[in-house]
């Protein structure tokens, strides 16, 4: 007799089988499942933003546990730090000089977690940074995020060149997360507290972008209208949705290790 699998399993297994559109239709599904349970529970969806803000310092919080306790930067990717530094300064810089509220203070604390993370890779832990495996070039993502903020930026009142630091910020900040999973794709093994940060990266991705898609709904898409005109609106919102898209895959597989009970992140090949 045939040992009784438990019913995630069962269902991993089948959505393993099925064909990529399938797949791709189930996490759309999925995705709007989420979005509609959060508008009922959730009244506040600037709370959902400052939660994506939360979930992001936790898991730099993870990061600095990993780097003290284990004394090693193994599987972590220094040019992911270094492009979340950019674009948390560039925004800092824009909440103070535009808006100044409390995402001002969140930006503050997670910029300077995230330079501690680069000072302790950079000199303290160099001997264990895996720079052959963290080989995706950062021009090939900070350049073209400048020139499609030249031409692509907020059409509100804002100094010029504020509002091109403004949209650099949000299309950099929807493609920071590449040389971290470049580096998991080199490795194939992803142990527990950088596949900790990275799901928390996701979580975090997923939030900010149900705020967003939330707030338009609600409003009518007046919001939309209130960021500007142009193609500016639907950026914002297509670099939420993008951010949230590139680590769909990796917290599928995360979630499936974790109720499987492995500690250790195997990913196949392709995954990311």
């Known amino acids: 007799m045939r040992p009784q699998r438990r019913p995630i399993h069962a269902v991993t297994s089948w959505v393993r089988r099925q064909p990529p559109k399938v797949k791709a239709f189930l996490a759309v599904v999925l995705g709007m499942a989420a979005l509609v349970f959060l508008r009922f529970i959730v009244h506040d969806h600037d709370s959902l933003f400052i939660a994506a803000e939360a979930v992001h310092s936790i898991g730099i919080i993870v990061l600095i546990y990993k780097l003290m ?36 203070v969140l930006d503050l604390a997670t910029l300077a977690t995230t330079l501690w993370v680069i ?55 929807a493609v920071s997360v590449l040389p971290q999973l470049r580096v998991m794709q080199n490795t194939k093994i992803v142990e527990p507290f950088t596949a900790h940060y990275v799901f928390a990266l996701g979580v975090a991705r997923f939030l900010s972008c149900a705020h967003w898609v939330l707030q338009v709904l609600d409003s009518r898409g007046r919001l939309l209208v209130a960021l500007g005109y142009g193609l500016w609106p639907s950026m914002v919102l297509l670099s939420e949705i993008v951010q949230t898209f590139i680590l769909a895959d990796f917290c599928y597989y995360y979630v499936k290790s974790v109720f499987g009970g492995r500690l250790v992140l195997r990913l196949p090949s392709g995954v990311v």
């Open 69 to 104: 306790k284990e004394r090693t930067c193994a599987g972590l990717s220094l040019k992911s730090q270094e492009l979340t530094a950019m674009f948390l300064a560039v925004r800092l810089y824009c909440s103070f000089v535009m808006e100044y509220d409390i995402h001002t």
């Open 119 to 173: 000072y302790m890779i950079r000199f303290k832990l160099k001997s264990s940074y895996m720079e052959d495996k963290d080989n995706f070039a950062i021009y090939y993502v900070a350049l073209p995020c400048a020139i499609l903020a030249l031409l692509i930026h907020p059409s509100t009142s804002h100094n010029l060149v504020n509002r091109i630091f403004w949209a650099f910020c949000v299309y950099l900040e």
